[in-house]
């Protein structure tokens, strides 16, 4: 028997080449409102509940410290400095829960399970899963040479030839997953292949959440995948 290496079996895991929407079952009995679709273990059967992906310090909490900060800085400017010290040992508390990748795939995960389960109602479907009709959505995970899993995206019109080629890069702090992705589906449908990659440190790519050690490494990164998928078939001369 062989049995396959644990990174060999990862990859295969989670390269998923083309996202489709699960087809209704056909048992009548599991036929619902939500495409004959089970909910998945870990999501409740009352919809659109997101408590469990909040942030743990609430938007109401940081301004109140705001405020409480700029009062204590005008009756004493020096109390700055404490809090700068206070600061910098607690926030890296807050980016724990998805400071990992595991966890930011993990997240993604139960985003795509809810809204596969909520179905085109969803208000994050119709982002998560655009019309096959219109655009065919490719997501594989390409390894740079320091072995390092990273996110890749790439958008082609379903129903037109390809004209052009886009090769996008989002910003610091950013991703090329999400809203991204909806918005530049309006180029796909006029016929530009979109290609994006997420850097390291940034949506579901290897690497702690937003630290870029080394940005030349970076830099060539995104150009070596860049001139890798350029030399598609389908992108050649375009």
Not at 13 to 40: C, F, I, Q, R
Not at 51 to 65: G, W, Y
Not at 106 to 125: I, Q, S, T, V
Not at 211 to 229: A, G, R
Request: charged letters at 25%; hydrophobic letters at 35%.
């Amino acid at each position: 028997t062989t049995v396959a290496h644990p990174k060999t079996a990862l990859l295969n895991e989670m390269n998923t080449t083309t996202l489709k929407k699960t087809e209704s079952s056909t048992n009548p009995a599991s036929t619902n409102n939500h495409n004959g679709l089970v909910p998945p273990p870990d999501v409740p059967l009352v919809e659109h509940d997101w408590e469990s992906l909040k942030p743990r310090i609430s938007s109401t909490t940081i301004l109140a410290a705001g405020f409480f900060i700029y009062a204590c800085a005008i009756i004493w400017p020096p109390i700055l400095l404490l809090f700068t010290y206070l600061l910098s040992k607690f926030i890296p508390y807050c980016f724990l829960c998805n400071d990992e990748a595991v966890s930011r795939r993990k997240l993604w995960k139960k985003m795509e399970a809810r809204a596969k389960y909520g179905g085109p109602n969803d208000e994050h479907y119709k982002i998560l899963f655009p019309n096959e009709k219109e655009v065919i959505l490719e997501e594989k995970y390409w390894v740079n040479e320091r072995g390092m899993c990273l996110m890749t995206s790439i958008m082609t019109p379903a129903d037109k030839d390809i004209e052009a080629v886009l090769c996008f890069c989002h910003g610091y702090m950013d991703n090329q997953s999400f809203l991204k992705r909806y918005e530049y589906q309006r180029l796909v449908k006029r016929g530009i292949a979109f290609v994006s990659i997420e850097y390291e440190g940034h949506g579901r790519s290897d690497g702690h959440l937003c630290y870029i050690p080394k940005w030349d490494n970076m830099i060539q990164d995104v150009l070596s995948y860049f001139q890798e998928t350029c030399n598609d078939p389908r992108f050649q001369g375009k």
